[in-house]
């Protein structure tokens, strides 16, 4: 019975690192589309949401089935209820990538202002929210809460960039109401989306500690001092 639990666990764990890697793909695609404007890439990333979706059901039922087949404890109830959680947000992850890739294909103009897209540091976001993603990866596959802790600091980055973002696209709008108005309104959607998926990194950061360590995190402040 314990060689069949530990098994049906691994087995669980490699469906949530395939998942994982399905997710990071989407948000990483979905960035490049957002700076290319490439409508067939979105269009691509849509498709592929479907599969997203399919994974969180599988994942959910499995979960089901461990819990009311094999009663877990200790570690290993919370590693499956860790599981259940990144799954929902890996699942809203993909969601965002999704809207992103919306953005695109209803995005009018021929290419965002390139200067814009410079000063509102938009490509430095995407790449954090993909390193945010990357990290928890490792953390997961190598079991090591220490590099969960890493992303807390790098989603004050990310917020950063969404603070700072505001006024520099009311100052866009003011510059040329007629013209620029509606990019900067869609531009806030993506900043909103993108930050967004920050959040849900931090959350999966406090399950893969909460299972590796047994510590709740969640409404405590994640400084980098709290975990020194």
Known sequence: ??????????????????????????VQRAGEAILTLDKDQAR??????????????????????MIALYNPVAVQLRFVLAVLKINT???RIGDFAEGLARFVL????????????????LAEMIDQVK??????????EKENARIATKVFEMDQKVDEINHASLPLLTAYIIESP????SDALQMVSIFRKLERIGDHCTNMAEEIVFYLDAKVLKHQGKTKERFE
């Not at 209803?106 to 540091?121: I, Q, S, T």
């Not at 390193?131 to 997961?140: S, V």
């Open 178 to 181: 007629e013209s620029n108005a």
């Open 106 to 121: 209803d995005f009018k103009g021929p290419a965002l202002d390139p200067e814009l897209v410079r000063n509102l540091r």
């Open 44 to 65: 691509q990333i849509i498709m592929r949401e479907r599969r997203v979706n399919a994974f969180e059901l599988k994942i959910d039922s499995d979960v089901e089935d």
């Open 131 to 140: 390193e945010m993603l990357q990290t928890l990866f490792d953390a997961l």
């Open 1 to 26: 019975m314990v060689l069949k639990v530990e098994a049906e666990l691994e087995a669980l764990k490699k469906e949530t690192i395939e998942m994982w890697t399905l997710v990071y793909n989407q």
């Open 89 to 91: 947000n890996l699942e």
